[in-house]
């Protein structure tokens, strides 16, 4: 487009120019007033005219002042005879000066080519910038199939990153310090007979740090660095992708050692003939080209390719195979000590008040990933900015927490009065139960202030960061979920649709307890088999491997582990009463319970310092309906349980 705008201001700049030149030399100067031959006589019967200039076309007439300039535009043979016939006076005639000038032949010419040059130098023109424009179309045409991989010289010491740069993640530095070694020494290990990996596969939930550490990897090594996405092979064209991942490879070698980072692979990487929709042409050849290269490697070539994906299980066999992305390194989401090293990173350049404690940060944000860390960070700066404030407080980083969990706090939102007061029992009913519970993750905050799409909230805490949960665990919590259920009925004699979601997350856990995790009577045994889409990376269907007499047991064992928490949770509100009253009435006044608060209402010691804080279960209010939703942390890593749950972070 700037191009463009350049080359049409080079055609408007000569069609200007061109016809200033034809203006000026049709009007060399200002034209003077036309007279007749009778005025002229009695003029210079008046001894008025100093000078007549004599072309061949008429007649210029200078006045005696000097100032007034005219021209005759009538022709005669002889001048000085006509005067005469005129009646002027021969006396008076001999002191005029009369000078006969004859029209150049340049001014001639070009007065007389000039008009009918002018379309054409103008069409000469157009053509011209036609024919540049196609030649420069042209070029890109020819630098269509060429890489678009960004690369970052390393001699750009500003932007360089390195291990130090990232925090956490030690056992992939280790993995990946290997190759660091191998591009800085490569004899080392030849020598040796040794086959560096050619490619390595950075599998990791979005946000914890893969780019970032491939970026390390090239910074450490001092190589180029080619990054590419890997959406940016496909184009509509068959064998565009293919041509641009040749080209990119070429770049590499010429430049070796090097790497190559190709972030989510999996937009060229996914299986091949997986069936549904049909195959893709273009994405197949760009992997089948991708695969070509990493086989065509000489032993020599210093060049290693790190890929990054999310879904590494809809990847085709062939990339994974040894000899290509024959090493896996895993980014997990970072453990308290790791994030309090993140948080630190991200802080170097937010001054933060001198109380505030990094690391109770990090205790309040297992499940953070990095990406969210640094959000975190940035929105407590804009909180603090809003505020007028100049330094970061520990107010507004445990605000900005709730904030990345729950979204922005909706204090305009009016709340009927005795909605206000049943969402203040629900979430009491939560707490109460949370905090009476010995397996159940004790409480950190309650708040009824509307935030997001939560029209109330509660932040369970769990005293550490955890991997495996037990059944005693689930089965507390299928009490703390219904708990705001049963405060209501207790309360009012009627339930609202706050608890919906309550519900079906208390349905699903207990469920997967006899399904999936085999804490139920039916045994230690699994039930059904869900069938994924390697296409879509979705959940098709679940397969029914069980007879409908155990489908009725199932059913059985479901009611009963929610039964049994339900008797529980009712025999704990029934019991503490007072105490539901209390929270409920301190909500109703201050709209927010903080730990502290919170366990003394309780008659709870307080808490350590350090404490961590976690988990939300929250009740969102919207169309008449509130729903609520608990962030569980997450049990396994697998595809099934993150779409079966509704997850805020997990751990």
Known sequence: MKNLLRNISYVLFFFVFLSGILILLNNPEKKPADISLS????????QKVKEIDVTDSDLNVIMTDGTIEKSLKEKEAGLTETFKNYGVDPAKLDSVNIVVKGESSSSLWLGAILPFLLPFLLIAGFIWFMLRQAQRGNNQALSFGMSKA????????????????????KEAKEELYEIVEFLKTPKKFLSLGAKIPKGVLLLGSPGTGKTLI?????GEANVPFFNISGSEFVEMFVGVGASRVRDLFKQAKKNSPAIVFIDEIDAVGRHRGAGLGGGHDEREQTLNQILVEMDGFDTNTNVIVIAATNRPDVLDPALLRPGRF???????????????????????????????????IAQRTPGFSGADLANLLNEAAILSARRGKKTIGMNELAESIEKVILGPERKSRRIDEDEKKIIAYHEAGHALIASTLKHADPVQKISIISRGNAGGYTLNAPTKDKTLHSRNYFIDELSVFLGGYLSERLT??????????????????????????????????TFGHKEEMVFLGKEMHEEKNYSEETAREIDNQVTKFIADAYK???KILIDKKDLLD????????????EQAEFNEIMGIAPAKKNEP???ATHSVAGGGEAVIVEPVEAVTETAEEKTETIEVKTS
């Open 150 to 169: 960004r690369v970052s010289d390393p001699k750009d010491k500003k932007n360089r990153v390195v291990f130090n740069d990232v925090a956490g993640a």
């Open 492 to 525: 009012f004699g009627d339930i609202t649709t706050g608890a919906s979601n309550d519900l079906e997350r208390a349905t699903a856990i207990a469920r997967n307890l006899v399904t999936r995790y085999g804490m139920s009577d039916l045994g230690p045994r």
């Open 214 to 218: 491939a970026k390390a990897v090239a």
């Open 39 to 46: 005025t002229l006589v009695a003029q210079i019967n008046d």
């Open 326 to 360: 024959d090493r896996r390194v895993v980014m997990d989401l970072p453990d308290i000590e790791e994030r309090s090293a993140i948080l630190k990173i991200h802080s170097k350049n937010k001054p933060l008040v001198k109380d505030v404690d990094l690391r109770v």
């Open 568 to 570: 529980v949770a009712e």
């Open 613 to 615: 804080a976690r988990n």
């Open 582 to 593: 209390k929270i409920s009435n301190v909500l109703l006044e201050k709209e927010t319970i």
